[in-house]
C-alpha cells in the first residue's frame, strides 16, 4: 500500500517526509510507496524500516543492497525478486548476493558496535543498520552466503508443503479457486519457484538460504505462505495482461507484476534522495530507543517526527494493541494535517462476536442467506456432492463480505 498517496494528502512534490515503518514484515509496503510519489518528487525522504524478527530485517537490508548494488536494471531486481520468493537461485547470483553482503559489512567494519558513516546504496540513497545485537554480521553473512544444499531444501519445502496434520487446512485452500488457478497454486507449492507457468527452471540451481534455518535447515515460514498475499489482485492481473501473460497463469502475472515494481524502485533509488535506516526491535522499545536520542548516531535523533507510522497488524489486542502503540508513539507523530498513523486490525474478528455473519441475527442471516441463493443454487438441493459443498462454503465467503460489521467493530475499538 502507498501510505504517502501525496496527490490526495502533502499534494507538495518538494516537501521532505519521514516515514516509520515500526513492523514492517517484507518491503511490499515500502516500495509501492516509493513508487507511489510523483514523478517530479524532489523532497528528501526518511524510511525507518524496523521488524523484530532479525532473518526478516536481514532480508530486507539484502534486497535493498541487490537493488542498489548492480545499475543493470534486469539483474537487481531480479535477484531481489528471487531472493524473496523462490527457494531456488541462478547459480551466477550466488556470487553476486555474497559480493553485496560483503561489501556491505566490509565498509560498517568488522565486529565494529559504534555507527559507521551511512552506507552509499546509490549515488542519491543510503541505508544504515545498527549493528546493536551483536548478531546482525552473523545473520548477513549466512543469508546472503546460499550454502544451504539444493537436494535439501527442495526436500524440506516438500516436507512442509504436505504436512500431514495440515492437510485438511491445504485442501480448503483450493476450494473457491479457478480450476486453472488450482493448477497455478498447485505448481508454485510444488516447485517453490516465482516464475511464468511452464519457465525454464534448470538455471536455478543454487538454495536461497535466506528461507532456510542456519542450524537446523528448517523452513522459515509457516506451509501456507504465498507471495500473492497482500499484493492487489487485480494489478497483478492486470500488469501480467500487459506483459503477455493470462489470467489464469497467475503467478506468471505477479511474476512481471513484481518485476515491474523492483525496476521502478530499482530507478527510483537512483533518482530521489533516500536515506533508508533498519532497526531490529520490538516496536515499543523502538520508540523509547528513538525518544531517548539511542539512535542519534544513526540519523534517527529524538526531534524526528513521523508523517506516516505504519503499523502493520500490531494493533491487535494478541500482539501490541492499539494502546500500546498509539501511547509510546503518538508523540512521534508530525504535527501536520496530514500525518497519520496507519494500521489495520488483522485478527480483530477473533475478539468481537458478532464480527462475522455467524455471530449475527438470525433474522440478518436469513436475509444475507436468501439473497445469495439464487446465485448458489445447488446449496438448497438434497444431495450431497462435491459440487454442493464448494458451492456452500462460496456462498458463506459471500454472506460474510455482504454482512455489515461496522458497528461490532465499533464495539471492539471501545473495550
Given at each position: 500500500?502507498?501510505?504517502?498517496?501525496?496527490?490526495?494528502?502533502?499534494?507538495?512534490?518538494?516537501?521532505?517526509?519521514?516515514?516509520?515503518?515500526?513492523?514492517?514484515?517484507?518491503?511490499?509496503?515500502?516500495?509501492?510507496?516509493?513508487?507511489?510519489?510523483?514523478?517530479?518528487?524532489?523532497?528528501?525522504?526518511?524510511?525507518?524500516?524496523?521488524?523484530?524478527?532479525?532473518?526478516?530485517?536481514?532480508?530486507?537490508?539484502?534486497?535493498?543492497?541487490?537493488?542498489?548494488?548492480?545499475?543493470?536494471?534486469?539483474?537487481?531486481?531480479?535477484?531481489?525478486?528471487?531472493?524473496?520468493?523462490?527457494?531456488?537461485?541462478?547459480?551466477?547470483?550466488?556470487?553476486?548476493?555474497?559480493?553485496?553482503?560483503?561489501?556491505?559489512?566490509?565498509?560498517?567494519?568488522?565486529?565494529?558496535?559504534?555507527?559507521?558513516?551511512?552506507?552509499?546504496?546509490?549515488?542519491?540513497?543510503?541505508?544504515?543498520?545498527?549493528?546493536?545485537?551483536?548478531?546482525?554480521?552473523?545473520?548477513?553473512?549466512?543469508?546472503?552466503?546460499?550454502?544451504?544444499?539444493?537436494?535439501?531444501?527442495?526436500?524440506?519445502?516438500?516436507?512442509?508443503?504436505?504436512?500431514?496434520?495440515?492437510?485438511?487446512?491445504?485442501?480448503?485452500?483450493?476450494?473457491?479457486?479457478?480450476?486453472?488457478?488450482?493448477?497455478?497454486?498447485?505448481?508454485?507449492?510444488?516447485?517453490?519457484?516465482?516464475?511464468?507457468?511452464?519457465?525454464?527452471?534448470?538455471?536455478?540451481?543454487?538454495?536461497?538460504?535466506?528461507?532456510?534455518?542456519?542450524?537446523?535447515?528448517?523452513?522459515?515460514q509457516d506451509d501456507r505462505a504465498d507471495p500473492l498475499f497482500g499484493w492487489d489482485i487485480c494489478e497483478v492481473i492486470a500488469k501480467g495482461k500487459e506483459f503477455g501473460a493470462s489470467a489464469e497463469d497467475v503467478y506468471g502475472c505477479l511474476y512481471f507484476f513484481l518485476q515491474d515494481q523492483l525496476r521502478q524502485f530499482h530507478k527510483r533509488i537512483r533518482k530521489l534522495r533516500i536515506a533508508f535506516r533498519?532497526?531490529?526491535?520490538?516496536?515499543?522499545?523502538?520508540?523509547?530507543?528513538?525518544?531517548?536520542?539511542?539512535?542519534?548516531?544513526?540519523?534517527?535523533?529524538?526531534?524526528?517526527?513521523?508523517?506516516?507510522?505504519?503499523?502493520?497488524?500490531?494493533?491487535?489486542?494478541?500482539?501490541?494493541?492499539?494502546?500500546?502503540?498509539?501511547?509510546?508513539?503518538?508523540?512521534?507523530?508530525?504535527?501536520?494535517?496530514?500525518?497519520?498513523?496507519?494500521?489495520?486490525?488483522?485478527?480483530?474478528?477473533?475478539?468481537?462476536?458478532?464480527?462475522?455473519?455467524?455471530?449475527?441475527s438470525k433474522s440478518i442471516n436469513d436475509d444475507i442467506e436468501n439473497e445469495l441463493k439464487q446465485r448458489y443454487p445447488k446449496v438448497a438441493s438434497l444431495t450431497n456432492s462435491p459440487e454442493k459443498t464448494n458451492e456452500a462454503m462460496s456462498m458463506w465467503d459471500e454472506m460474510n463480505l455482504l454482512y455489515d460489521n461496522s458497528k461490532p467493530f465499533l464495539t471492539y475499538l471501545k473495550k
Open positions: 500500500m502507498d501510505v504517502v498517496n501525496m496527490p490526495l494528502n502533502e499534494n507538495d512534490p518538494m516537501r521532505d517526509l519521514s516515514l516509520a515503518f515500526i513492523a514492517s514484515g517484507d518491503l511490499r509496503d515500502v516500495i509501492k510507496t516509493v513508487n507511489g510519489l510523483p514523478e517530479n518528487y524532489s523532497g528528501k525522504l526518511t524510511i525507518l524500516i524496523n521488524d523484530g524478527n532479525l532473518p526478516t530485517a536481514c532480508r530486507n537490508l539484502i534486497i535493498l543492497l541487490a537493488l542498489g548494488a548492480f545499475n543493470d536494471e534486469a539483474i537487481g531486481p531480479d535477484i531481489a525478486l528471487h531472493f524473496w520468493y523462490s527457494i531456488l537461485l541462478p547459480a551466477a547470483y550466488k556470487q553476486l548476493l555474497a559480493s553485496a553482503v560483503l561489501t556491505f559489512l566490509g565498509f560498517g567494519g568488522k565486529g565494529r558496535r559504534d555507527a559507521p558513516p551511512p552506507f552509499d546504496l546509490t549515488n542519491t540513497s543510503t541505508v544504515m543498520l545498527p549493528m546493536v545485537l551483536g548478531k546482525e554480521e552473523e545473520m548477513l553473512r549466512y543469508l546472503g552466503a546460499c550454502n544451504v544444499r539444493p537436494e535439501a531444501a527442495r526436500m524440506e519445502h516438500m516436507r512442509i508443503r504436505n504436512v500431514p496434520s495440515q492437510k485438511d487446512t491445504a485442501s480448503r485452500m483450493y476450494y473457491n479457486l479457478k480450476p486453472s488457478h488450482r493448477v497455478a497454486f498447485q505448481e508454485y507449492r510444488r516447485t517453490g519457484m516465482l516464475l511464468p507457468f511452464g519457465a525454464d527452471h534448470s538455471p536455478y540451481t543454487i538454495a536461497n538460504s535466506s528461507l532456510f534455518e542456519e542450524k537446523s535447515g528448517k523452513w522459515f533498519l532497526t531490529v526491535f520490538d516496536a515499543t522499545v523502538l520508540a523509547d530507543l528513538i525518544k531517548r536520542n539511542v539512535l542519534a548516531s544513526y540519523n534517527i535523533p529524538s526531534s524526528i517526527r513521523f508523517d506516516r507510522i505504519v503499523t502493520s497488524n500490531i494493533l491487535d489486542q494478541i500482539y501490541v494493541g492499539m494502546m500500546g502503540v498509539l501511547v509510546p508513539w503518538s508523540p512521534l507523530l508530525s504535527q501536520s494535517r496530514t500525518a497519520a498513523v496507519v494500521g489495520y486490525f488483522m485478527n480483530w474478528r477473533a475478539h468481537e462476536k458478532a464480527a462475522t455473519v455467524d455471530g449475527a
